[in-house]
């Protein structure tokens, strides 16, 4: 596994591989790896015998009384993981190499970034979509893979291929999640073991929204109500719970066309988020 900290040295080796008409699958990611890391690194392992993993905490993407400073940082661990997954590359710059003195350009989206985490993170998907299009072209993937545990960032970076006509395909990966249902991340680190006991309380509410509509509700307010509650009770302070259409991320006006619930909730200082297709696209989303 070669491990590339240069920019200039990335894209030498990328426009190699695209020289030579390589596929290249890439996994963009802030390190401190967990199994659900890993798993896209293994999926990206079947688009492409090339596989380049990223390890880098985005200054950029964090808001100033974020948790950029004391984001869990293993780059040894990470490396050994990386490994065993398969990973061919890992890139793995210092913020000075992606962001040299002088550096101000962005790339915003306009509507996507005004709904769920956008609105109470500003300028973090500008951030976010800034980072990845360098990826990108330094990496140079015809494939690239994003967890749908992160839904908003995976429809702001599809979009962002579609507007910019990037040559590159994103596949979604579905959330992988411990076996009490809490979504992986790097996050849970911070957790407190009271607040691990009731962290999987989060899925376990967008499940049980999800009987709810499958047993015959048809009232998102009244539903949306039910979640809010029983995360309440649970101990979470809710920063949003929504349901909204998978595409726009609009506030969705009926639970007959599809619709994702969407949620952020903190416990303690810890910010975590999840997601469920309350109703799905087509069947097989439906264990999402
Ligand atoms: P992060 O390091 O948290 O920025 O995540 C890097 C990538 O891993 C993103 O595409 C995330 O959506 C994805 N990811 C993080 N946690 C999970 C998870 N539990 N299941 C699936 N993908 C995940």
């Known amino acids: 596994m070669d491990v590339i900290r240069s920019a200039v040295r990335m894209k030498e080796v990328a426009q190699d591989w695209r020289r030579r008409g390589l596929p290249v699958a890439l996994v963009p990611t802030m390190g401190a790896l967990h199994d659900g890391h890993l798993a896209l690194v293994r999926t990206a392992g079947q688009h492409a015998s090339t596989v380049v993993a990223s390890l880098f905490v985005n200054p950029i993407q964090f808001g100033p009384r974020e948790d950029l400073a004391r984001y869990p940082r293993d780059l040894d661990g990470d490396l050994r993981k990386l490994r065993s997954a ?20 962005r790339v915003v989206l306009e509507r996507l970034p005004e709904h769920l985490c956008g609105r109470s993170r500003p300028g973090h998907f500008a951030g976010v979509a800034t980072v990845v299009l360098k990826l990108f072209h330094l990496c140079g993937p015809t494939v690239a893979v994003f967890g749908m545990k992160d839904y908003q960032q995976v429809l702001v970076v599809e979009r962002m291929v579609r507007d910019l006509d990037l040559d590159v395909r994103i596949v979604r990966h579905p959330t992988v999640r411990e076996p009490d249902g809490l979504a992986m991340s790097s996050r849970n680190a911070y957790l407190t073991p009271k607040e691990r006991r009731v ?8 499940r049980a929204l999800r009987d709810l509509v499958v047993a015959g509700e ?11 509650d029983r995360l309440g009770k649970a101990g979470f ?34 910010r975590l988020i999840d997601n469920l297709q309350l ?7 439906c264990t999402r």
Do not use: W
């Open 86 to 105: 398969g990973a061919t590359h890992v890139f793995a710059p210092e913020a000075s190499e992606m962001y040299p003195e002088g550096f101000q350009t």
């Open 199 to 206: 962290a999987p309380e989060l899925y376990a509410t967008l």
């Open 218 to 228: 048809r009232d998102v307010s009244r539903l949306v109500t039910a979640g809010r």
């Open 237 to 270: 302070a809710v920063e949003y719970l929504e349901v909204v259409d998978p595409d726009t991320l609009d506030p969705a006006t009926s639970l007959d066309a599809p619709c994702v619930a969407a949620v952020a909730a903190r416990l303690g200082s810890t």
């Open 279 to 285: 109703v799905p696209s087509d069947a097989e989303e």
